[in-house]
């Protein structure tokens, strides 16, 4: 991802890649009737399209998931501080609102404001980090303090019904929710300088960070956590709040988790402003409905305001799943992860397999490794979106509240797409707007370039379209 950004650093980020990477010639076969569906192939606009709206999915769902859990976060502080209050399904919605409001007014701010913020959520993620991987085996309560190094490297408690094995690859998904955000540099490319550097350079070290920290806090959690299960489902229903409780006790594990609580605040903002982003983006092409006002940029602000909005609407509807129940708000966040790394790994494929001379390498770029690096993505697509629609359980405990509904949920998503493409956008969507001119030394912006036609004919064939 970040050898495409470097060589075509854009908002639509792999929107905007698919289309150029795409085989030209492929598309739709319009006297197949309904069948053919079946037959939709990836030709530039295709690509760009089915990209763009899985893409679209993945981020409209993250302020909903982040801002969700930082909601129960919160519920459970409530719960830890008054061991009498018993909180109500409507009381975290609302304060899922409350969250996603604010989020929504510092991230209608200016750019210099919204990177100030991020400066700020950033180092504040980085020094709690620190803070809990040298206070939790620490300060830790219990008798001993850790866990011995063969329990921790040799016992497995599998939470679900499938074999160890199946039951390890599907718990990947925390992991995979927790660091879906690569492409945000890639989105954000068009508001900083140097982006051929800058954005590939954000995107490998945000990957880099997350293996180095992340394992350091997986490490402390099997060495210091006691009891697995009354952290998974104890009474307050956060895990990490348990985990905090059970390890530092009351005070400091409600003090550990506070700090936690401001960080996933942080990851919160930076999600809305992605997922804005990628709005915008998408809108400019009008590929959206409403992309009229969505592609609006506030004059004061210079950001997407618009679609800033729109996007933390679409996650105050998302968040009514958890009045159906804790599985149905679930799948927002495998649905998260899913849509996700299909986009991601459709324009790696489309390199890896159809690229004859369409790619051009920027200044950032892979080598020879490139195509080996294609081939492991793509291999890990296979075997991770199969198992992130797997329910917990099986048999006669399988029923609609333990269902996983995820492949549904993304599934009709997509097949709605899909059939407002062949019905109605093949006519008028010619594919992401191209402003940006390769070359093998990096990328330069010219305003208002496309490939084979001029951007008035570009925005007469997309007023068309919507006429029709």
């Not at 952290?231 to 905090?244: E, N």
């Not at 004859?356 to 294609?374: D, H, M, Q, V």
């Not at 917990?392 to 405990?397: F, I, L, Q, R, W």
């Amino acid at each position: 991802m970040a050898e495409l950004c470097s060589s075509m650093p854009t908002a639509g980020g792999l929107y905007y890649a698919s289309a150029v990477l795409a085989p030209e010639g492929w598309g739709f076969v319009p006297h197949c009737g309904i069948l053919g569906l079946a037959l939709l192939t990836l030709d530039s606009p295709l690509a760009s399209w089915f990209v763009g709206w899985s893409n679209f999915c993945g981020f409209v769902t993250g302020p909903c998931s982040v801002n969700y859990a930082l909601a129960s976060m919160l519920i459970t502080c409530g719960m830890i501080q008054n061991p009498d209050y018993e909180p109500k399904t409507w009381h975290t919605y609302l304060v899922l609102l409350l969250l996603l409001i604010i989020n929504g007014v510092i991230t209608m701010q200016s750019t210099w404001f919204i990177g100030w913020v991020n400066k700020i959520g950033t180092v504040w993620n980085v020094v709690v980090i620190i803070i809990f991987v040298i206070w939790f085996p620490v300060g830790s309560i219990n008798s001993p303090k850790t866990n011995n190094s063969h329990d921790v490297w040799t016992q497995f408690e599998n939470g679900t019904e499938w074999p160890i094995g199946w039951a390890t690859i599907m718990g990947f998904l925390t992991s995979i929710w927790t660091m879906s955000g690569y492409d945000a540099p890639f989105h954000l490319s068009e508001e900083c300088s140097n982006a051929n550097i800058s954005g590939p350079r954000a995107i490998v070290m945000t990957a880099q960070l997350g293996l180095y920290m992340g394992f350091a806090i997986i490490l402390v959690i099997v060495y210091c956590v006691k009891d697995i299960t009354d952290v998974v489902a104890g009474q307050y229903g956060q895990p990490f709040g348990s985990l905090c409780l059970q390890v530092l006790g009351k005070d400091a594990g409600l003090a550990m988790f506070g700090l936690n609580i401001v960080a996933q605040f942080f990851v919160g903002v930076g999600c809305t402003i992605t997922a804005s982003r990628v709005i915008f983006a998408y809108s400019r092409d009008g590929a959206i409905v409403g992309s009229r006002y969505w592609k609006q940029i506030h004059p004061k602000t210079g950001t997407p305001v618009y679609a800033t909005w729109g996007v933390l609407f679409v996650s105050a509807l998302l968040g009514l799943l958890m009045f159906a129940s804790p599985v149905a708000i679930g799948a927002v966040f495998s649905l998260g992860a899913i849509a996700q790394y299909t986009a991601f790994t459709t324009p790696t494929a489309l390199k890896l397999f159809f690229d004859k001379g369409r790619f051009k390498p920027g200044p950032w770029n892979l080598g020879r490794w490139s195509k080996f690096s294609g081939a492991v993505a793509v291999g890990w697509w296979l075997l991770i979106v199969p198992a992130l629609c797997f329910p917990a359980v099986k048999g006669k405990d399988l029923n609609p509240l333990t269902m996983n509904w995820t492949a549904l949920i993304y599934g009709g998503t997509m097949l709605i797409a899909l059939v407002y493409y062949a019905v109605s956008a093949r006519k008028w969507f010619k594919g992401p707007r191209i402003n940006v001119e390769y070359t093998h030394d990096g990328a330069e912006v010219l305003e208002g370039r496309m490939p084979q036609e001029s951007a008035a004919e570009h925005e007469k064939a997309q007023f068309q379209g919507k006429r029709d």
